[in-house]
Nanobody, 129 residues
Framework: QVQLVESGGGLVQPGGSLRLSCTVS????????MGWFRQAPGKEREGVSC????????YYADSVKGRFTISSDDARNTVYLQMNRLKPEDTTVYYC??????????????????????WGQGTQVTVSS
């Protein structure tokens, strides 16, 4: 049974930084894709950033390009989301996701939420002064 545990959320002032972590247990995330999604109340779930753990091929939503960085550490079975220059509109719950589908080198990661089958419990990020 694959389990994902997120950490790193919290309250930060506009312009500040946070780093989210997601550790996978019960499965080796190598050769799979991992993603970070967020969903604000009353809105659809949005793909923030995804990564092919084979070669680090990444995807970023336009709203976070240049501010967020996704990375993976296979030895720790952990994926990270470094969030810089945070804005109030980044406030919401962030979810980590895993797909059982294998990925190959040079293949872009899946970016739609329905392509991911295992989800973490979510971590709250609040950007406010």
């Amino acid at each position: 049974q694959v389990q994902l545990v997120e950490s790193g959320g919290g309250l930060v002032q506009p312009g500040g930084s946070l780093r989210l972590s997601c550790t996978v247990s019960g499965f080796t995330m190598d050769y799979h894709a991992m993603g970070w999604f967020r969903q604000a109340p009353g809105k659809e779930r949005e793909g923030v950033s995804c990564i092919n753990t084979v070669d680090g091929y990444t995807y970023y939503a336009d709203s976070v390009k240049g501010r967020f960085t996704i990375s993976s550490d296979d030895a720790r079975n952990t994926v990270y989301l470094q969030m810089n220059r945070l804005k109030p509109e980044d406030t919401t719950v962030y979810y980590c996701a895993f797909t059982y589908t294998s990925v190959q080198p040079h293949q872009p990661p899946p970016v739609a939420d329905y392509q991911y089958s295992r989800w973490g419990q979510g971590t709250q990020v609040t950007v406010s002064s």
